[in-house]
């Protein structure tokens, strides 16, 4: 990043180390270039990250050149818009200038306006940040997110398909009063919103949710504290907008009655929808359930991301009756997100500072956590599914005279049985069966008469959990220029994995031939 006079300029490359392992296949690209030549406002000693109001003069510019993959919408108002409090109001424990007139709260849709899917057919994924006003470096990162996804669209295949089938919506600032104290007055470390009833420091907005709310293992009745909860379930309007918010993106038919009561029956495999809250610092990956040390019902599905997440991370996960559950978290969004909409959520406490240093930044967080938030948007459509298929480590291509080489490695085992120290997951343990391959069309897409093959093993035994295998593709017949190759593995329990693809070019050469071959053109 260069720095001019507290801006940003957008107008660069930066080395997002998207050279990624998706868990499926390694993208091409290595770096992502934003071509927004203006330069925008910065955190006073944090060069990279954008100020408040920066960040949506940015994101308004990049919604306004790619109308077609992001739109921007006002979903609410934070506290200080809502009600128009006066200084008096918070008491003698409010020593900073309140923001004037307070902020809209911006939600983003990104996604591919002009694919053959329409809303309600796209899987959707909707990702926070900023709910706690001090820490700086989570509405960045899901900015860096959003910018990847935009510009790695019609360039990167995986991503190029995950906006054709998937809608990713994020809440940069959930809390952009609170926000707006911390930027100002960086000694505050300004955590709650900004409602002044009682002590006069606000609502911790991460407690206000109506799921297990008031639990006082996880929460506090008491104003002045930093995880008060609130007069009420979900009393604040910054939690309100984000529950509006996130009722219209997730079914209505898979949410339960009466959610509390209900929190030992499993959701199942066919819910929809996955949810992800970026928090800083620590180095954790947390799902439900938060606001006790137990597992939830559908624990299966949730850990076997949790440890794919930390495939890509290395955080350590904290979640009920694993060894780094740290402390109870009650009406949280995590758990609400779960337990009272049934999307699969989790939680990211990333770096190590509320104030994280750029040098950390650019170089220990981005390059680690891009990754694994474009493999979970890849199983958003089935999420409790798709996490339990084997996963494609990397997809290898070369066109080679009349054919396309395709390698690939699949495993059912290596994203999920990795960490130190862990067992084996249940959803580890089968063989590799059967390796799809596709062209041109995606596997959800598939209809009789599309182009699909079944890969063979190397070995010639479908007898690990770990398997490389091979096609070749007959180029004969294809036209010349960009065609898309999709892999997807199943696994014994016939568990299909998350889909994997890559770019192929056909040179010119072979539609010459093929006219050739057909006596002329």
């Not at 059912?412 to 596709?438: C, E, R």
């Not at 008469?449 to 091979?470: I, Q, S």
């Not at 096609?471 to 997807?488: A, D, K």
Request: proline share 5%; glycine share 8%; net charge negative.
């Amino acid at each position: 990043f260069e720095r001019c006079n507290k801006m940003i300029n957008i107008f660069f490359t930066t080395a997002l180390v998207v050279a990624v392992l998706q868990g499926s296949s390694t993208v091409d690209a290595t770096s992502s270039t934003r071509s927004l030549q203006k330069t925008y406002e910065t955190i006073q000693g944090r060069s990279c990250f954008r100020s408040l109001n920066g960040m949506i003069e940015s994101m308004a510019d990049l919604a306004a050149k790619y109308p077609d993959l992001i739109t921007m919408e006002s979903i609410g108002e934070s506290y200080i818009k809502k009600n128009n409090p006066s200084r008096s109001d918070y008491g003698s424990n409010m020593r900073y200038d309140l923001p004037p007139g307070g902020f809209d709260i911006y939600a983003f849709n990104v996604t591919s306006g002009n694919s053959a899917r329409q809303s309600a057919e796209k899987g959707k994924m909707l990702v926070t940040s900023g709910v706690h006003a001090r820490e700086w470096a989570p509405p960045e990162l899901n900015a860096r997110f959003i910018e990847t996804l935009v510009e790695g669209y019609n360039t990167n295949a995986d991503i190029t398909w995950i906006l054709d089938h998937t809608e990713i919506h994020a809440i940069l600032y959930v809390n952009p009063d609170g926000r707006y104290i911390s930027e100002k007055y960086p000694n505050s470390y300004w955590r709650k919103n900004l409602n002044p009833e009682g002590c006069g420091n606000g609502v911790d907005l991460n407690r206000n949710l109506d799921f297990m709310w008031g639990d006082r293992n996880g929460a506090s009745n008491d104003p002045c504290a930093n995880d008060y909860h609130g007069s009420s379930p979900n009393s604040e309007p910054e939690t309100q907008a984000v529950v509006e918010y996130a009722k219209k993106l997730f079914p209505e038919g898979q949410r339960k009655d009466n959610p509390e009561k209900e929190m030992n029956t499993a959701f199942g495999e066919d819910i929809t929808g996955v949810y992800i809250d970026i928090h800083s610092s620590g180095g954790f990956v947390y799902y439900p359930w938060g606001h006790r040390d137990a597992k939830s019902p559908d624990n299966e599905a949730l850990e076997a991301l949790g440890r794919k997440i930390n495939y890509f991370n290395g955080y350590k996960i904290w979640a009920g009756s694993q060894p780094d559950f740290m402390y109870e978290a009650s009406g949280d969004f995590s758990d609400y997100m779960y337990g009272a909409l049934g999307v699969a959520s989790f939680g990211y406490e990333i770096g190590d500072d509320f104030q994280q240093d750029c040098s950390r930044f650019e170089n220990k967080v981005v390059p680690i956590n891009l990754p694994s938030l474009i493999y979970t948007a890849k199983i958003a459509m089935k999420p409790y599914k798709e996490v339990k298929g084997p996963d494609v480590l990397d997809v290898n291509t070369r066109v080679l005279g009349g054919r396309v080489r395709v390698r690939v490695i699949a495993s059912d085992s290596k994203m999920v049985n990795t960490i130190k120290g862990f067992p084996n997951h249940s959803s580890g343990n089968q063989i590799i069966k059967a390796v799809q391959l596709y062209l041109d069309v995606h596997p959800d897409d598939y209809q009789e008469g599309d182009k699909k093959w079944n890969m063979e093993v190397v070995d010639d035994n479908w007898d690990t959990t770990e398997e490389t295998v091979r096609f070749n593709i007959p180029t004969q017949g294809l036209s010349s220029g960009r065609h898309t190759v999709y892999v997807q593995a199943i696994d014994s329990r016939g568990y299909k994995g998350p889909v994997s693809s890559k770019f192929i070019d056909i040179p010119k050469q072979n539609s010459y031939l093929r006219s050739n071959l057909r006596g002329g053109p």
